[in-house]
Structure formats: C-alpha cells, structure tokens
C-alpha cells in the first residue's frame, strides 16, 4: 500500500496536582479548552471537543499517526501550564498531576463521548472525579491500584 491511513481517536483525562480546584471561572475555562484545543492543532490531533470541571480536563481528539500518546500528552500539560501561568501568575503554583487516562473511543462512539464531556459540570453534582476515573478505567477493563492512581 502506498500510503499510509489512520484514523484513531481519544479521549483524555487529567487532573490538577492534588486535584486543586482552580477552573471556577467559565469564561478562563472555556479559553483554557480552546488553548488545549489549539496545542492539538499544533500536534496535527484535532480536536473534537475539550471540557471538564474544576480540577480536571477530558479532551476527545484524533491521534495523529506521527505522534505518540505520551508526546501529544507533554505537550498539552506543558504548554497549558505555561500558559495558565502566564495567564493568572497569582498561580505560580499551578501544576498538572504527573499521570493520565486514555481511553480509545470507536467513530460511532464520538457523540456520545462528546455529550458525556459537555455535561461534566451537571454530572460531578453527583459523582466526585475519583469515583469518575474508577469507573472510566472499570468500564475500559484497565487494571489498576489505588495507591498509585492519585499519588
């Protein structure tokens, strides 16, 4: 086959080192997901939708075939980071916990992953992000540790 295709799609979770709650504010979190947004661009992964809540981010985007998971990863942590210094220096102190779930979602699937991350701030009325993630990991068949997811 001359040419090489993919189309590979995800969805992202990370939180704020110890889960800090520092997006309060709609309008700085909606220019957060759109900078996250734009680092995808720049990773040629588009993105299909960033949301989240106050102390964590879900991101659905295609991987692009020349990246790696951990490479599109850093470069979202580190240039948000940077960025929401910048942005709010009163948070000098603004760090992203080191891990991360992926979690690979089927082209049928992608409405409703987006619903399910447009919907964050009325779904952890009910569920704290701890309980969120298990069940992400417990619905994805991912073995894990307590101790060493919220380290």
């Not at 590979?8 to 800090?20: A, D, E």
């Not at 082209?107 to 919907?119: A, G, H, M, T």
């Not at 952890?124 to 380290?151: A, M, P, S």
Request: net charge positive; hydrophobic share 35%; aromatic share 14%.
């Amino acid at each position: 086959m001359p040419q090489s295709l993919a189309q590979i799609y995800l969805h992202i979770v990370f939180s704020t080192k110890n889960r800090q709650p520092f997006f309060h504010e709609t309008a700085f979190s909606n220019e957060l997901y759109a900078y996250l947004a734009g680092i995808c661009v720049k990773q040629d992964c588009f993105a299909k939708l960033v949301g989240g809540h106050i102390d964590h981010i879900h991101l659905l985007c295609s991987l692009s075939r020349q990246k790696t998971i951990a490479d599109l990863i850093r470069e979202l942590k580190t240039g948000s980071s940077i960025w929401i210094k910048t942005q709010r220096p009163e948070w000098g102190n603004f760090y992203w916990q080191d891990g991360y779930g992926v979690f690979s979602v089927s082209p049928s699937q992608l409405e409703r992953v987006k619903e399910y991350i447009s919907n964050q701030s009325e779904h952890h009325r009910t569920i704290t992000f701890q309980d969120e993630f298990r069940l992400l990991l417990k619905r994805h068949g991912i073995n894990f540790d307590e101790k060493y997811v919220w380290g």
